[in-house]
């Protein structure tokens, strides 16, 4: 950078001196030109127009100007005589300066000489005397312009040598004193998540650079959070996989060993009936267990838009449901329900959720205990006087093949899956479930819509 400062210096000021040469030049010659013309003049006053036209006099009069060449010419355009002593020939009426005096009475041009080779300022005018019409005209040497500019142009190139070195030290100042603050702040985003300035100017920069920090940091946090959830997914897998495999197979391995007793014939005929007795309940068990694996994937698979859902009707609908179950348990069932509470959700996962933690509350209560369901706007809770929850199992309760009472485990197709399959269709709602219980006296489960 600081290279490109010093180059665009150099040749932002290398360009400037060229222009203001040029135009010195320009001006200098001008200005040069005007003097000669108002000189010519003056030595033109001098002439005296009786006077004799021939070489002397010529010469003569150039003395009395100080060298300037003078010419005589006739009116016809013939040399008459020239004090540089020259053989001229041609005829002058085609002259510039010649053909303004013819029209005019005097002219001026600056041109550069045929005979002598020289760049001259010619002023001529014209006479009438005692030798009748004839021109006199009177010419100073000069430069032309690209002959002055040359003669300028060690005097340019020292400014230029001059400039150069002024650049190198305002391009080393300069960007000491203006990219300093920049390399302070680049240190700075390299090592803190603040940066500040003092410099006004630098301050957008600096928040683009906080704000890009944030956003990485972000980014970082978002990495971070999907590798732990990629590492417990993954985790979660292999659990799931576990408790599947386990809960296959104590009804597999059952079925297995009574199908090679009934193959063996070893049997007699009430044990053969015991065997397919029990070979169609482990059966059904696994119907069961294959059914709410199901329900429980299909949770997170299903494409069913949201809709209303008269969650009062189908709560209501679900306790007329489990009602015969919970009477042959003796536990009354006690409803607090409010009308009309919709929510939007589908009727399936709602049915899956009402149902899970009913039936639950019910499986898990005592005989002679109870069942409250309430139903408002702001939530849904169940709460019952069952065997309740221990303190280190309320963190796990609604883990997946998780039960408080491993003696219901498969028992009226409870494989610890309801209440993993109720929080996941919350999280899918946006919902939150809560838990509070003692072991012993009971446990309340409020979904917060």
């Not at 001529?124 to 300028?152: H, K, N, Q, Y």
């Not at 015969?324 to 996962?349: F, G």
């Not at 809770?381 to 309760?397: F, H, Y």
Request: with cysteine; aromatic share 8%; charged share 25%.
């Amino acid at each position: 950078m600081k290279l490109r400062i010093l180059c665009v210096s150099v040749l932002i000021t290398f360009l400037g001196i060229l222009a203001y040469s040029f135009i010195s030049t320009e001006m200098f010659y001008r200005s040069m030109l005007e003097g000669s013309n108002q000189t010519l003049a003056v030595y033109m006053n001098m002439f005296d127009k009786d006077s004799a036209l021939g070489e002397e006099e010529a010469e003569n009069f150039s003395q009395k100007l100080n060298g300037a060449r003078v010419t005589f010419i006739a009116a016809d355009g013939t040399v008459l005589a020239d004090s540089e002593d020259v053989e001229i020939d041609e005829n002058h009426l085609g002259r510039e300066e010649v053909a303004l005096a013819a029209e005019s009475g005097e002219g001026y041009s600056v041109r550069r000489s045929d005979t002598l080779g020289v760049d001259y300022v010619y002023f001529c005018r014209a006479f009438s005397g005692v030798a009748g019409d004839f021109f006199v005209r009177i010419a100073l040497p000069t430069s032309s312009e690209w002959a002055l500019f040359a003669d300028f142009l060690p005097t340019v190139i020292i400014y230029l040598i001059i400039d150069l070195l002024a650049c190198v030290v305002f391009t080393y100042a300069a960007t000491h004193f203006v990219l300093r603050p920049v390399e302070n702040l680049t240190r700075q985003a390299a090592l803190y998540d603040n940066i500040t300035t003092k410099y006004g100017e630098l301050r957008p920069i600096a928040e683009v650079l906080n704000e890009r920090n944030r956003d990485i940091e972000r980014k970082m946090n978002e990495i971070k959070e999907e590798k732990e959830l990629v590492e417990r997914a993954q985790n979660s897998k292999n659990e799931f996989i576990s408790n599947i495999t386990h809960e296959m197979n104590t009804p597999l391995t059952s079925i297995k060993g009574y199908a090679e007793l009934l193959a063996a014939g070893v049997m007699n005929k009430e044990q053969q009936d015991a065997a397919y007795k029990t070979i169609l309940k482990q059966s059904e068990r696994l119907t069961n267990l294959i059914a709410c694996i199901i329900n429980y994937n299909e949770i997170d698979n299903s494409d069913v838009p949201s809709c209303e859902v008269d969650l009062s009707k189908l709560a209501k609908e679900m306790l007329a449901v489990v009602r015969p179950e919970a009477e042959k348990r003796k536990v009354t069932l006690i409803d607090d329900i409010t009308d009309n509470v919709i929510v939007q959700s589908t009727h399936e996962r709602m049915s899956e959720m009402v149902g899970n933690l009913i039936r639950n509350a019910i499986r898990y209560n005592k005989p002679g205990g109870s069942v409250k369901i309430t139903l408002n706007i702001d939530r849904f809770e169940v709460a019952d006087t069952g065997i309740g929850i221990s303190e280190e199992n309320l963190k796990k309760v609604f883990s997946r093949f998780f039960t408080v009472d491993k003696s219901h485990s498969g028992k009226n197709g409870g494989f610890g899956l309801g209440l993993a399959m109720v929080k996941k269709i919350c999280q899918r709602e946006g919902w939150s479930i809560s838990v509070k219980s003692k072991e012993g006296e009971g446990s309340t489960f409020t979904v917060k819509f």
